[in-house]
């Protein structure tokens, strides 16, 4: 039975990897959310007239900044 050991250069590379697949992950899930955004507030504004309605553009700003926000508000909690 052996045992492992990592060293610091291998975390790091291992840590970096990890965050690029998580930022892949994300990019390539936009357009999806955006996408899936845009009907749901389209179908709003169908049922209700006040409601605006939003193309393809406001929404892919509109769920980045849900995600900005998301990012900023886990990066700034307190950790227990």
């Known amino acids: ?3 492992l ?6 975390a790091t590379k291992r840590r970096e990897r990890e965050a ?6 994300n990019v390539l899930l936009l357009p999806l959310e955006a996408w899936a955004l845009m009907l749901v507030v389209g179908a709003l504004h169908g049922l209700f ?9 406001t929404a892919v700003l ?6 900005v926000a998301a990012h900023m ?6 950790r227990r």
Not at 5 to 10: F, G, I, M, P
Request: glycine share 14%.
């Open 1 to 3: 039975m052996s045992i």
């Open 5 to 10: 050991v990592e060293t610091a250069d291998e």
């Open 20 to 25: 690029v697949a998580a930022l892949s992950g």
């Open 49 to 57: 007239a006040p409601v605006a309605s939003v193309g393809y553009g």
């Open 62 to 67: 509109l769920v980045l900044g849900v995600d």
């Open 73 to 78: 508000a886990g990066k700034f909690r307190k």
